[in-house]
């Protein structure tokens, strides 16, 4: 499509928090600031080089990279101005917060590069030129001066800020050079130049590090910084005709630019606009919050777009007993609404609720015979992830990750009409638990983690970059049957019956071939990450892991690739909360499908 519907993104006239001309003018603010710099760096990484000075050095490259930030910074304003797309509905204002971080990221590598070279200095002397160090110190420090002066009248932007820190240590690192270069002149004391460049070094590091935390907290979609989540649920609570608030989310699509997304409990559903209003006034004049999409809900009844079945806890449900019945539940994404089948064993009306959750290429029979042997104590429900088993697949392959898993959780949990659950998660499955049970009000009461921690090991990634989403296809079950339990071997030693009743679900019949019963598209996400994404997802999760203050057990396979000994020491170094098995002679995961590896759970759950 070359037309473009613009009206689809139109924003309320108080959203535009900065106008186009400050845009023009913060870019005007860059510029200036780089040609400034990039023309002095030249000039002093030359002198740098033939004074020999170590500050004079550090100066330099200080200069160089802040060119560097500049013209990161500068770009990054340019791409946030492209107005919004059918691909990039939001707009590209997130840019500047990337940059703002990536600048942080390199600030700290020059930091770490002058302390070490510093350090080396002390046991390897080096004669410094004293009085070239001290005039290129004192024409940078004027020139500094005027670069940190031109940058400071935008203080709002996170990415002039961070590109200011640059600047600021730049600053620093001048005054340093000029005081190294006068010391070395009057008493030639050459290791006043390293003391001093780390000193900078040091000086620097609080706001280098003050700038990446807060653009980290915004990539992450963190609650901005200004704003308090729990002030602002119980303001809306407080609202006149509000009953309940749930499924709240605060949030910043863009620099300064908050936005807030929830549900609204009514009495009636013609209320609603005048409701509405009242909120929007209070969200904006307490909070200064003037996105907001809210979805109306009439207590009492059913929400259709997200259960399929009557969640009135007043309604008696059938006295019945499952065994594996199939059910579904339906859930929304930003595609759209999809359904998510579980399997049931037990009476629906015991208030004893255990969620089973399966690993990435699984689904949720792989928990049949601990569902059956823990049915006369829980209403045992194991559901198949989206995208796996008899649940739909999302047209969108990027949203098969945590986020989307985790609200499906909630829609399940809500339809199954309970305040508690009990949590027993193996692989994905544990760290969907983890991210649910991390979140305030969540309804998890206790919880088995099979087999996986905040650290995923390389190694394990590589193993199951081999397999998932890679072909897959046999003409006969025994031979596609075979292969599956080749891939699984991990799990440890079962009889054939046992293999059957848990790899054979895993096998679907099309088109003649038997083939796997997810959809390959799983895998895109997942080959997507790189290793500084997947530094910062281990760093999000052991930031969660610390937050949940409800009873674990971990359980790791004593030859698992996956999940650490180390690792599990971390998790219960840092978390009171837990306690850990090893069972031996089993990979990745314990299938729990033998006598004792049941018992273990049964035990822990009663």
Not at 68 to 80: E, H, N, P, R
Not at 386 to 402: F, Q, T
Not at 408 to 437: C, E, P, R
Not at 576 to 600: C, D, M, N, T, W
């Amino acid at each position: 499509m070359s037309d473009v519907d613009h009206s689809l993104h139109a924003h309320k006239q108080g959203d535009a928090k900065h106008s186009h001309a400050k845009q023009v003018s913060n870019q005007n603010l860059l510029l200036i600031a780089l040609v400034l710099t990039l023309g002095f760096s030249g000039v002093e990484g030359a002198a740098a080089y033939f004074a020999n000075s170590l500050a004079l050095i550090s100066d330099a490259g200080h200069m160089v990279t802040d060119a560097a930030a500049l013209g990161l910074a500068l770009l990054a304003q340019i791409i946030s101005r492209r107005p919004p797309s059918p691909k990039h509905s939001f707009g590209f204002g997130r840019a500047e917060a990337l940059a703002a971080f990536v600048n942080s990221i390199a600030m700290l590598a020059l930091v770490v590069w002058i302390m070490v070279e510093a350090v080396s200095r002390f046991y390897d002397p080096h004669n410094v030129d004293g009085l070239t160090v001290t005039v290129v110190a004192a024409i940078g420090l004027l020139m500094n001066i005027v670069v940190a002066w031109v940058l400071s009248r935008d203080k709002k932007s996170v990415n002039t800020r961070a590109a200011l820190v640059h600047v600021m240590g730049d600053l620093l690192g001048s005054v340093a050079a000029l005081i190294a270069g006068v010391v070395i002149q009057l008493t030639g004391w050459m290791p006043i130049d390293a003391i001093l460049s780390i000193l900078v070094s040091l000086l620097i590091l609080k706001s280098t590090v003050s700038i990446l935390r807060e653009s980290y907290h915004f990539l992450m979609e963190g609650v901005p910084l200004h704003i308090d989540y729990l002030q602002v649920g119980s303001d809306l609570k407080q609202v006149p005709g509000v009953l309940a608030v749930h499924d709240l989310h605060v949030w910043e699509m863009t620099p300064s630019f908050p936005a807030l997304i929830g549900h609204i409990e009514i009495k009636q559903m013609d209320e609603w606009p005048d409701i509405m209003a009242r909120i929007n006034e209070m969200l904006l004049n307490k909070h200064g919050i003037d996105h907001v999409t809210l979805q109306p809900e009439v207590a009492g009844m059913a929400d259709e777009h997200t259960h399929d079945e009557d969640l009135n806890d007043e309604i008696k449900r059938p006295n019945v007993t499952h065994h594996g019945d199939t059910f579904f539940v339906t859930c929304t994404s930003p595609d759209g609404p999809h359904r998510m089948a579980y399997h049931a064993w037990g009476n629906p009306n015991n208030p004893k609720v255990l969620v089973c959750v399966h690993g990435l290429t699984r689904r949720g029979s792989d928990f049949k015979t601990l569902a059956e042997a823990m049915s006369n104590d829980y209403y045992v429900v194991c559901p198949d992830v989206v995208g796996r088993g008899d649940s739909d697949r999302l047209k969108n392959p990027m949203l098969y990750a945590v986020p989307q898993y985790v609200a499906d959780m909630a829609s399940l949990i809500k339809q199954l009409g309970v305040a508690q659950v009990d949590w027993f998660g193996t692989s994905m499955g544990g760290l969907i638990g983890m991210v649910y049970a991390s979140m305030p009000n969540n309804p998890i009461r206790r919880m088995l983690i099979n087999d996986v921690g905040p650290r995923i090991e390389p190694e394990a990634v590589k193993r199951l970059g081999s397999y998932v989403g890679q072909p897959f296809t046999f003409t006969d079950r025994a031979t596609a049957l075979q292969r599956l339990n080749e891939i699984c071997a991990s799990f440890g030693s079962h009889t054939p019956e046992e293999w059957e009743i848990y790899n054979g679900p895993m096998l679907v019949q099309k088109d003649g071939l038997w083939v796997m019963h997810y959809d390959p598209d799983i895998s895109v996400p997942f080959a997507s990450v790189n290793p500084i994404m997947a530094k910062a997802g281990e760093m999000a999760m052991w930031h969660v892991f610390k937050k949940i203050h409800i009873p674990m057990l971990i359980v790791r396979g004593g030859e698992s690739d996956l999940l650490s000994a180390k690792t599990v020491a971390e998790m219960c170094k840092v978390n009171p909360y837990i306690r850990s098995i090893e069972i031996p002679g089993v990979g990745h995961a314990p299938a729990f499908v033998k006598p004792e590896q049941v018992a273990l759970a049964k035990e822990f759950f009663s």
